[in-house]
């Protein structure tokens, strides 16, 4: 089955801090991976995928991704954090039963970033 | 810049109501996606579409209908609103298939008394 887990509802972490949001997913076949981020009354915005290449793909913002095919993860990492960069960040994974269409959000991360 | 924009930010209907939500993009994308947002629950797919006039079922299809006449929108309908509709509604597209990343609109908060 097409999953995809964030164990956290809940990061909270001060600013200049380094922070961590974790996802893990759960597919047949090769994993393709996003990362979306919400910040208040605003739609989604992408940050970050990975098809295939280097395990850690750098996005927006700062934001950049470890994909551990070991572990099955796709953890969310920042060196520095910014109270801006306080928002919901949903994990989320392509889902290839339905021809690559659909795409299988997690149930989102809050990141609370304290000055 | 892509922009998808969605008809409402803020509804308030009734139980019963006919209710429509319209989504516009302006990227020429093949696919059209709509979700409802609720806490704990993350977004979940009503309905999606790949092309003009095609659409498909999601994994929460019940008591909603879609419409794409036209490929730069997606109508999604509320048949006859009830509470448990109350939600926050995103439309998004993307071109081609999963690998390409979504495109969202600003959401329209559904509130049905």
């Known amino acids: 089955a097409q999953s995809v887990a964030q164990p956290e509802d809940q990061v909270n972490v001060a600013e200049g801090n380094p922070l961590t949001v974790k996802c893990t997913y759960s597919?047949?076949?090769?994993?393709?991976l996003f990362w979306y981020v919400q910040y208040p009354n605003r739609g989604l915005q992408f940050l970050l995928k990975?098809?295939?290449?280097?395990?850690l793909v750098k996005g927006s913002y700062g934001f950049e991704a470890e994909f551990n095919k070991s572990q099955t993860s796709f953890h969310l990492k920042k060196p520095s954090a910014l109270v801006s960069d306080s928002a919901l960040y949903f994990c989320?994974?392509?889902?290839?039963?339905?021809?690559?269409?659909?795409?299988?959000f997690g149930a989102g991360t809050r990141l609370f970033v304290k000055a | 810049d892509v922009k998808v924009t969605q008809s409402s930010r803020y509804l308030v209907k009734r139980t019963g109501e006919k209710v429509f939500l319209e989504c516009v993009q302006d990227?020429?994308?093949?696919?059209m996606f709509w979700y409802r947002q609720d806490p704990g629950l993350g977004l979940r797919l009503i309905y999606f579409?790949?092309?003009?006039?095609?659409?498909e079922k999601g994994d929460i299809p019940e008591g909603y209908s879609v419409s794409r006449e036209k490929k730069e929108r997606f109508s999604l309908i509320l048949e006859s609103a009830s509470t448990n509709q109350t939600s926050m509604y995103l439309c998004?597209?993307?071109?081609?298939?999963?690998?390409?990343?979504?495109?969202f609109g600003p959401g329209t908060r559904l509130t049905v008394t």
């Open positions: 579409s790949y092309d003009v006039k095609m659409k």
């Open positions: 990975y098809i295939t290449g280097d395990n």
């Open positions: 998004a597209s993307s071109p081609g298939t999963g690998l390409y990343e979504q495109y």
């Open positions: 597919v047949s076949g090769n994993p393709y």
């Open positions: 990227m020429d994308h093949e696919n």
């Open positions: 989320a994974v392509r889902d290839i039963r339905t021809g690559g269409f659909k795409t299988i």
